[in-house]
Nanobody
Framework: QVQLVESGGGLVQLGGSLTLSCTTS????????MGWYRQAPGKQRELVAS???????RNALSVKDRFTISRDNAKKTVYLQMNSLKHEDTAVYYC?????????WGQGTQVTVSS
């Protein structure tokens, strides 16, 4: 069974940085794409950043130059480096993996940006 486990969330000061990790139960290259989504209270879940198997990356406009998605195939881990964090980045962040048109999700990790 495919499992995705996030870690690295927490409380961070405005303008600070945080790195999220998502470790998979299987090989990352088994996924057609992996990405990070987030959901703030009262809002819909939105795509933050994604990376295809071939390495093509895409960021949401709201985080364009502040967040970076990367992966370590040997560690079966996908990362989200978040810099210059803003209050509006506060949300639960979810790791997502797409395989054969099926979405797999982690349990989510809370990121809170404080003043």
């Amino acid at each position: 069974q495919v499992q995705l486990v996030e870690s690295g969330g927490g409380l961070v000061q405005l303008g600070g940085s945080l790195t999220l990790s998502c470790t998979t139960s299987g090989s990352i290259v088994s996924f057609d794409a992996m990405g990070w989504y987030r959901q703030a209270p009262g809002k819909q879940r939105e795509l933050v950043a994604s990376m295809t198997r071939s390495g093509f990356r895409r960021n949401a406009l709201s985080v364009k130059d502040r967040f970076t998605i990367s992966r370590d195939n040997a560690k079966k881990t996908v990362y989200l480096q978040m810099n210059s964090l803003k209050h509006e980045d506060t949300a639960v962040y979810y790791c997502n993996g797409k395989m054969y048109a099926i979405d797999y999700w982690g349990q989510g990790t809370q990121v809170t940006v404080s003043s």
